[in-house]
């Protein structure tokens, strides 16, 4: 205040306060107080200027600032003048000046606050005026000299000396455009009331609105911090006022209650649909994105409770959603379905999908998709509001999938009972929504479209009506459809009954013509089902034509008849996109793989034209010299960047725990990837094969990168996460990243062909981290595989891909030691982490994160590495548990001490009770067998040790159900025999593959096994009575894993090839058992005899199909059977009398057995009678024995030209042993022994000849089926040679007949069945490339028509089935031999007497003929039938 003295002493200007601090210091005596204040207010009243004593007043400390200040924390009265003297004090003024100038006081205050008001306003120096004139709110200095101006008046207000309305009457005479944060000052000061300002200005509506909008879109300094707080609250203050006063539900309300309330609501409308124009432009305008921002930061539920209730709030979300889903409604529902796939989560503004998440923040997913379904039944809406609005909902909120799951079916199911295409549009629309966002969280198109119309329980299966209805609207569709939604029509067409078939073969008909129209015709939709929703580029959908073809290949040994059909009816495709598919340039492998395989089988067909196959191998001969191949990708931003910075991100939200946010920056993440994984669809297909490769090939080094970075990020997370937060405990982020991973089939193959290198190259390499973090990815990674996709391994041969969850766990070999440390570890971490996750969980879920096959690693390893932990459950269940968690984590616990803290830990033991976590005794002895002798943990001694415990004392007393054997010895036995021969290179498990080459051969535990097995067969083989049993059981054990008997041409090649393997690994496993096991002793009373059936059987039915050469058991396995035998003779009383007996037996039941005895009887005599004189005391070797070597010395001497006298034995014997003496010979010395033999006639020469014919023949067939190392042209003409000695009679022609083979068919039971098929056509191949004299010769034999005519019907049949064999060189060719066999038979029919076939031959001969060759038959009827020469027939 400015006061002017009149007396001399008061010369210069002071303040009022100083002014009474100077009278204070006087020291008035007491009682003198009261009147010196009277003195000193009359003394002012006299010099009062009311203005300037309005601002002496209100001049505040400038200390107290507006700061955060809130309706209970108002500014403080400026230090100086207390309160209620100050009120006093301008209430005296205002009265006396009133009455001077004759106007009310009220009339007078609200002058005088507006006349300072402007003078606040306009306190500014002329350089910041250009810029104050474009703020949008006071300055700092403004803003505190006004909020003590209205302390004052709400003083003044209280004192009656104000009229709130005459203010605002006067303020707005003065301003057009109310300033906002005048009015907020006056609302907050409870001045005046926007209640109030509402009912008595008219043109509120009007200038409310325009200052928001112009407050709203001022942006302050950024160093003005507090004004950005004091905008943030004018703009909240008012839009809550507004929400209160328009929706909160009125009861009885006066005419002006109603009016305000309709006029807040005009006003929101208003500004809520210029939001939602700021929100639009925001996502092709990055600058209107602030502005955006600010809006939605005010648009808050934080409302609720402060300036509105909370009924208020959620009425005016649901006014707000339902203007936001009808803003601007200009896309026609033909626009949604094409524009859809731009509408994700991912390329949605932030702007919008986090405004949807703000109106979606006080609703239930049910109350939300329950209002979306009213709106769309009532309402034109803007579809791509309404899509971005699902798409949030899914992303941020777990449960919408279920709810939009049933929110389908009530439209599906609406739709078609009041066949109402609103509903299904808006489904089809809804469910392909979801879809785009990916198999976390939500179906894919194609499952859900095989869900609700693949199966005859469809919605449209009731009436013939539903499915027009439906085939009506997609026919309706096809016009506007995106391609890959037609292709999921198309392949995976709905349920239609037979009868309607046509209707679905239209819709079929015109969905494919529209994918022609688009340039995507049917060639596009590629050779191989692919059920994919999404859309898959020609190039990339002819790359997955090429692997699965590939595939097909791999497996079948051909191509496929889909491949080959294409090459012809769908040319375009085959050349056009197959074929540059297949034929992309590369570096070739030094060996051949499967690839190089394909190609080489369609050139030989033909099917690859010259130019492009040249053209190939140049390009491939580049790549060669180049060794090294880039990856480029067309983008703006480096996509590696892009994703290293989101996943940055998101390990920031792991760490808050913020699941929305989490979702939402994972499905960006996704988005990014897909651009780095392009090659496959967004979509997994049930179908999906990945392909593996095993062989170290390395991947793009773009993809390579990104794998390693989402690895690491990973491990990252997980332990930022578990720093504060144990697994159980943490959020759901492990589980989303995985779940988002899976949606891309390229980045899945990149992701396991990772894993499998860090696991089965650089396991020992990786530090705890690394470790933890993995065995926490595998666990889920395993977890979300809910359809379990198959892994197809590019570098084996294998006949079905591998299941996942398989390839993972069997990545972790355990063969060395640095494999089994580095196997523990990881098992270790993931079993700990899926108990600690599934503590809060139900069993079923939490067995889950516990993957069975990992769980059992752990049952091996811990006790073949620990042995403190090789006990019974029982013996280690009451140890103490303890923190599984931090045993783990822990950077002093070591690896051992946490596999024991987790073997003892309660949980674990409870799970070893349930049947899939049980590690049955096969599987520890598969496991064993793997082990690297040389790289064992365990030295040859521990191992030992290790391995009879395990057998002995763990899995023999087992319970059978809980993997074990029950006690039962032969129950040990044949699990032993069984693993023996599973390991061999057949093996088909899913761990096969990735044991390196010659493991398990040479440095396996095979050894230690087998020991163990003859440790257990001596066991039981000295129990009392188990001699005769333990033979039986291993024959029946061999029976039990060979296929049914019969021949081999009624099994599949497949079969064939396992019976073949199996009894390879059989003989190799064979002569490690004691020999007397496989031969029987009986003694009955004090008889003891041999008994050799099991045995007869055993070598007819099993070991006589997979002789190599065909019709000769291998050596080692003659002498072990020998030896078998003379151990069990010499148990007899009479052991010479038992041995001639049996062998004898042999002769007549078992004649390959004799065979072979006599081939091998060279290498063999010198042991057996050795054997026979140290078992029986010296004694001379029995009488069959001493045979064989007669009859080995009497074929020396015929080759040698000697001619001793034939010994009495067997034909077959004196025969096998010929054949064995004339294989080192030439055709002459062949020729001598026969001219030594001819002088012989009785019937035992002719038989020899017969039967060294049909070795010989033997012989020829074998060389044909495997020509390796073998002259087909020698054992030809020794055939021939044969021939030609036996013309004499006609029993040879016995040899190539099934029936009446009389003595002969021995020869049965000697060789294999395939050889034994292929006889016929070796009747052909023989005799009818020979010369014209041979071939006149035989047909001289009695019968020779009738042989040459069924051999020749069969080389037809084997022939046109595929089974001759491929002609050797210098041979004719299969059908060259055929028309030389039947031209020869046709001139030969009319030669011969009608006499000599009778009528039963003629017409089997006839019906075996007329469907393969009716020539041949007519031939044989009107030449050989008496019928045929009627006059009648002469005459037709």
């Given amino acids: 205040m400015s006061l002017s003295a009149t007396c001399e002493s008061v010369a210069q200007k002071r303040t009022l306060s100083s002014l009474l601090a100077g009278r204070v210091l006087k020291k008035p005596k007491l009682g003198d107080g009261r009147r010196l204040q009277v003195e000193a207010i009359q003394l002012l009243e006299q010099h009062q200027d009311l203005s300037s004593l309005f601002q002496e007043v209100v001049t505040p400390d400038l200390c107290n600032t507006l700061g955060s200040q809130n309706d209970e924390q108002k500014p403080s009265l400026p230090k100086g003048i207390c309160s209620?003297?100050?009120?006093?004090?301008?209430?005296?003024?205002?009265?006396?000046?009133?009455?001077?100038?004759?106007?009310?006081?009220?009339?007078?205050?609200?002058?005088?606050?507006?006349?300072?008001?402007?003078?606040?306003?306009?306190?500014?120096?002329?350089?910041?005026?250009?810029?104050?004139?474009?703020?949008?709110?006071?300055?700092?200095?403004?803003?505190?000299?006004?909020?003590?101006?209205?302390?004052?008046?709400?003083?003044?207000?209280?004192?009656?000396?104000?009229?709130?309305?005459?203010?605002?009457?006067?303020?707005?005479?003065?301003?057009?455009?109310?300033?906002?944060?005048?009015?907020?000052?006056?609302?907050s000061y409870n001045i005046l009331s926007l209640k109030s300002i509402m009912k008595s200005d008219e043109g509120v509506g009007t200038w409310l609105l325009s200052q928001m909008k112009a407050l709203s879109e001022w942006t302050p300094p950024d160093t003005e911090e507090e004004t950005k707080k004091v905008q943030k609250k004018v703009l909240s203050t008012v839009v809550g006022f507004l929400v209160g006063g328009g929706f909160e539900k009125i009861h009885d309300a006066a005419a002006t209650d109603v009016k305000i309330s309709l006029l807040c609501c005009s006003v929101m409308d208003d500004l809520l649909l210029w939001v939602l124009d700021i929100v639009d432009k925001s996502s092709a305008h990055q600058s209107v994105e602030t502005g955006a921002k600010l809006w939605l930061e005010i648009f808050d539920s934080s409302l609720c409770g402060v300036l509105a209730t909370e009924e208020a709030v959620q009425r005016f979300f649901t006014h707000f959603l339902t203007q936001t889903l009808t803003y601007k409604p200009q896309l026609s529902v033909s626009d949604a379905i094409s524009l859809q796939n731009e509408w994700t989560f991912a390329k949605?503004?932030?702007?919008?999908?986090?405004?949807?998440?703000?109106?979606?923040?006080?609703?239930?997913?049910?109350?939300?998709?329950?209002?979306?379904?009213?709106?769309?039944?009532?309402?034109?809406?803007?579809?791509?509001?309404?899509?971005?609005?699902?798409?949030?909902?899914?992303?941020?909120?777990?449960?919408?999938?279920?709810?939009?799951?049933?929110?389908?079916?009530?439209?599906?199911?609406?739709?078609?009972?009041?066949?109402?295409?609103?509903?299904?549009?808006?489904?089809?629309?809804?469910?392909r929504q979801g879809a785009l966002e990916g198999p976390a969280i939500f179906f894919s198109y194609s499952d859900w479209f095989k869900m609700s119309f693949g199966s005859g329980s469809g919605y449209h299966a009731n009436s013939k009506k539903s499915l027009v209805f439906l085939l009506k609207f997609l026919s309706d569709l096809v016009p506007f459809e995106p391609p890959q939604y037609l292709k999921v029509h198309i392949l995976n067409p709905p349920y239609v009954p037979v009868k309607h078939r046509s209707l679905l073969m239209e819709y079929v008909s015109l969905a494919k013509t529209r994918l022609a129209d688009l340039k995507e015709s049917v060639e596009d939709m590629g050779l191989y089902e692919d059920v994919s929703g999404a859309a898959v580029q020609p190039e990339c959908q002819a790359e997955q034509d090429v692997e699965k073809a590939v595939s097909l290949f791999r497996t079948t040994g051909r191509i496929s008849a889909t491949v080959m059909e294409a090459s012809i009816f769908r040319r375009p495709y085959f050349l056009t996109r197959f074929l540059p598919a297949l034929l992309k340039p590369r570096l070739l492998p030094v060996k051949q793989d499967d690839l190089m395989s394909f190609i080489e089988a369609l050139k030989k067909a033909d099917k690859i034209p010259a130019a492009l196959y040249s053209s190939y191998l140049e390009s491939c001969q580049k790549q060669r010299q180049q060794k090294k191949s880039v990856v480029c990708l067309d983008t703006k931003d480096d996509p590696l960047e892009v994703v290293r910075i989101q996943l940055q991100e998101f390990t920031e939200l792991v760490t808050s725990?913020?699941?929305?946010?989490?979702?939402?920056?994972?499905?960006?993440?996704?988005?990014?990837?897909?651009?780095?994984?392009?090659?496959?669809?967004?979509?997994?297909?049930?179908?999906?094969?990945?392909?593996?490769?095993?062989?170290?090939?390395?991947?793009?080094?773009?993809?390579?990168?990104?794998?390693?970075?989402?690895?690491?990020?990973?491990?990252?997370?997980?332990?930022?996460?578990?720093?504060?937060?144990?697994?159980n405990q943490q959020n759901q982020w492990a589980s989303m990243f995985v779940r988002m991973l899976l949606g891309n089939t390229q980045l899945l193959s990149s992701l396991m062909n990772r894993l499998w290198d860090l696991f089965h190259n650089q396991g020992s390499l990786l530090n705890s981290a690394h470790v933890l973090g993995l065995a926490v990815f595998v666990v889920h990674l395993q977890a979300s595989m809910s359809h379990n996709p198959l892994v197809?391994?590019?570098?084996?041969?294998?006949?079905?891909?591998?299941?996942?969850?398989?390839?993972?766990?069997?990545?972790?070999?355990?063969?060395?030691?640095?494999?089994?440390?580095?196997?523990?570890?990881?098992?270790?971490?993931?079993?700990?982490?899926?108990?600690?996750?599934?503590?809060?969980?139900?069993?079923?879920?939490?067995?889950?994160?516990?993957?069975?096959?990992?769980?059992?690693?752990?049952?091996?390893?811990?006790?073949?590495?620990?042995?403190?932990?090789?006990?019974?459950?029982?013996?280690?269940?009451?140890?103490?548990?303890?923190?599984?968690?931090?045993?783990?984590?822990?950077?002093?616990?070591?690896?051992?001490?946490?596999?024991?803290?987790?073997?003892?830990?309660?949980?674990?033991?409870?799970?070893?009770?349930?049947?899939?976590?049980?590690?049955?005794?096969?599987?520890?002895?598969?496991?064993?067998?793997?082990?690297?002798r040389s790289e064992d943990a365990l030295s040859d001694t521990q191992r030992q040790e290790y391995q009879q415990w395990a057998c002995m004392d763990f899995y023999l007393p087992l319970p059978e159900e809980q993997g074990g054997c029950g006690g039962d010895m032969k129950n040990l036995c044949s699990h032993f025999l069984n693993a023996i021969m599973d390991q061999q290179p057949s093996d088909s498990s899913p761990e096969r593959p990735f044991v390196q080459p010659g493991t398990a051969e040479t440095g396996s535990c095979l050894p230690d096994l087998l020991s163990r097995l003859q440790e257990l067969i001596y066991e039981m083989e000295v129990s009392c009575g188990h001699r005769l049993d333990l033979c039986d059981f291993l024959f029946e054990l061999l029976s039990q894993r060979c296929p049914p008997t019969g021949t081999s041409?009624?099994?599949?090649?497949?079969?064939?090839?396992?019976?073949?393997?199996?009894?390879?690994?059989?003989?190799?496993?064979?002569?490690?058992?004691?020999?007397?096991?496989?031969?029987?002793?009986?003694?009955?009373?004090?008889?003891?005899?041999?008994?050799?059936?099991?045995?007869?059987?055993?070598?007819?039915?099993?070991?006589?199909?997979?002789?190599?050469?065909?019709?000769?058991?291998?050596?080692?396995i003659t002498a072990h059977f020998l030896?078998?035998?003379?151990?069990?003779?010499?148990?007899?009383?009479?052991?010479?009398?038992?041995?001639?007996?049996?062998?004898?037996?042999?002769?007549?039941?078992?004649?390959?057995?004799?065979?072979?005895?006599?081939?091998?009887?060279?290498?063999?005599?010198?042991?057996?009678?050795?054997?026979?004189?140290?078992?029986?005391?010296?004694?001379?070797?029995?009488?069959?024995?001493?045979?064989?070597?007669?009859?080995?010395?009497?074929?020396?001497?015929?080759?040698?030209?000697?001619?001793?006298?034939?010994?009495?034995?067997?034909?077959?014997?004196?025969?096998?042993?010929?054949?064995?003496?004339?294989?080192?010979?030439?055709?002459?010395?062949?020729?001598?022994?026969?001219?030594?033999?001819?002088?012989?006639?009785?019937?035992?020469?002719?038989?020899?000849?017969?039967f060294l014919l049909f070795f010989h023949v033997n012989d020829y067939l074998s060389a044909l089926l495997d020509p390796e190392g073998k002259n087909v042209d020698q054992i030809r003409l020794f055939c021939t040679e044969l021939v030609s000695a036996s013309m004499n009679s006609a029993d040879w022609l016995l040899l190539f007949t099934t029936d009446e083979q009389g003595i002969y068919h021995l020869v049965t039971r000697v060789t294999s069945d395939r050889v034994a098929l292929l006889f016929p056509w070796a009747f052909c191949s023989l005799l009818f490339q020979e010369n014209a004299g041979l071939l006149q010769s035989a047909t001289r034999c009695p019968g020779f028509l009738r042989t040459a005519i069924l051999c020749y019907i069969s080389a037809l049949q084997l022939y046109l089935d595929g089974q001759t064999p491929k002609p050797a060189k210098q041979l004719l060719e299969?059908?060259?031999?055929?028309?030389?066999?039947?031209?020869?038979?046709?001139?030969?029919?009319?030669?011969?007497?009608?006499?000599?076939?009778?009528?039963?031959?003629?017409?089997?001969?006839?019906?075996?003929?007329?469907?393969?060759?009716?020539?041949?038959?007519?031939?044989?009827?009107?030449?050989?039938?008496?019928?045929?020469?009627?006059?009648?027939?002469?005459?037709?």
Avoid at 1417 to 1430: E, G, K
Wanted: net charge neutral; hydrophobic share 40%.
């Fill in 657 to 727: 725990g913020n699941h929305g946010e989490m979702s939402a920056q994972l499905s960006r993440i996704s988005h990014t990837l897909s651009i780095i994984f392009p090659g496959c669809p967004n979509e997994p297909t049930g179908n999906t094969v990945i392909i593996l490769n095993t062989d170290g090939a390395l991947l793009a080094e773009l993809h390579s990168n990104a794998v390693n970075i989402l690895l690491r990020n990973f491990c990252q997370c997980l332990l930022n996460a578990s720093r504060s937060n144990s697994p």
């Fill in 348 to 431: 949605a503004s932030c702007c919008l999908t986090t405004l949807f998440r703000k109106l979606a923040v006080v609703f239930s997913v049910g109350q939300l998709l329950g209002h979306l379904q009213r709106v769309l039944e009532t309402h034109e809406v803007n579809w791509k509001h309404v899509l971005c609005f699902l798409s949030t909902l899914l992303v941020y909120e777990q449960s919408a999938q279920s709810s939009l799951k049933d929110l389908l079916s009530r439209l599906l199911n609406s739709a078609f009972h009041g066949y109402d295409l609103e509903n299904m549009i808006t489904a089809f629309l809804l469910a």
């Fill in 1374 to 1436: 299969p059908s060259h031999i055929l028309s030389l066999t039947k031209q020869f038979l046709l001139s030969l029919i009319p030669q011969t007497s009608p006499a000599s076939v009778s009528s039963i031959q003629l017409r089997q001969l006839e019906s075996r003929c007329a469907d393969l060759d009716p020539e041949l038959s007519a031939a044989l009827s009107m030449h050989l039938d008496p019928h045929s020469l009627s006059p009648e027939i002469d005459f037709l």
């Fill in 84 to 187: 209620p003297f100050a009120g006093s004090l301008l209430l005296n003024e205002l009265k006396r000046q009133a009455a001077q100038i004759g106007v009310s006081v009220t009339v007078l205050s609200a002058r005088m606050i507006l006349e300072r008001l402007v003078e606040i306003t306009q306190e500014t120096d002329e350089e910041k005026q250009e810029e104050n004139s474009s703020r949008g709110m006071f300055t700092c200095h403004q803003r505190v000299q006004l909020c003590a101006l209205f302390e004052s008046g709400r003083e003044l207000l209280s004192l009656g000396a104000l009229c709130p309305k005459l203010l605002w009457q006067e303020y707005r005479r003065g301003q057009k455009l109310p300033k906002l944060e005048v009015v907020y000052y006056l609302h």
């Fill in 792 to 932: 197809q391994l590019a570098s084996t041969v294998r006949q079905e891909p591998i299941p996942f969850r398989n390839v993972l766990s069997s990545a972790l070999v355990c063969s060395t030691l640095p494999n089994m440390l580095f196997c523990v570890r990881l098992c270790v971490a993931a079993v700990c982490y899926g108990i600690c996750a599934g503590d809060s969980l139900p069993e079923q879920q939490q067995q889950e994160f516990i993957p069975s096959s990992i769980f059992k690693k752990l049952l091996y390893l811990i006790p073949r590495l620990m042995p403190e932990a090789r006990g019974t459950i029982a013996e280690v269940s009451d140890q103490e548990e303890c923190g599984l968690w931090s045993s783990i984590t822990d950077s002093n616990s070591t690896w051992s001490k946490a596999a024991c803290c987790l073997w003892r830990h309660k949980a674990f033991q409870q799970l070893q009770l349930l049947p899939q976590y049980r590690l049955s005794f096969s599987e520890w002895l598969h496991s064993e067998l793997r082990v690297q």
């Fill in 1049 to 1116: 041409a009624s099994m599949s090649i497949g079969t064939e090839l396992s019976l073949q393997q199996t009894l390879h690994t059989w003989n190799r496993v064979l002569p490690s058992l004691p020999a007397v096991l496989f031969i029987r002793v009986k003694t009955e009373g004090e008889r003891t005899t041999v008994e050799i059936n099991k045995l007869i059987e055993h070598v007819n039915q099993h070991q006589r199909r997979v002789c190599a050469p065909a019709g000769l058991l291998p050596s080692h």
């Fill in 1123 to 1250: 030896k078998g035998l003379i151990y069990a003779c010499v148990q007899c009383k009479y052991p010479a009398e038992e041995l001639s007996k049996v062998w004898s037996h042999i002769g007549l039941h078992c004649p390959l057995m004799l065979v072979s005895t006599a081939h091998w009887w060279r290498r063999l005599s010198a042991f057996a009678f050795s054997l026979w004189r140290r078992l029986s005391d010296g004694a001379s070797p029995p009488q069959q024995l001493q045979l064989l070597t007669d009859c080995q010395h009497w074929a020396s001497s015929l080759v040698n030209g000697q001619g001793l006298p034939m010994p009495s034995a067997p034909s077959i014997l004196l025969a096998a042993s010929l054949h064995r003496s004339w294989q080192s010979c030439e055709v002459k010395s062949l020729r001598v022994a026969l001219n030594s033999l001819q002088h012989q006639k009785d019937v035992k020469y002719k038989q020899v000849l017969v």
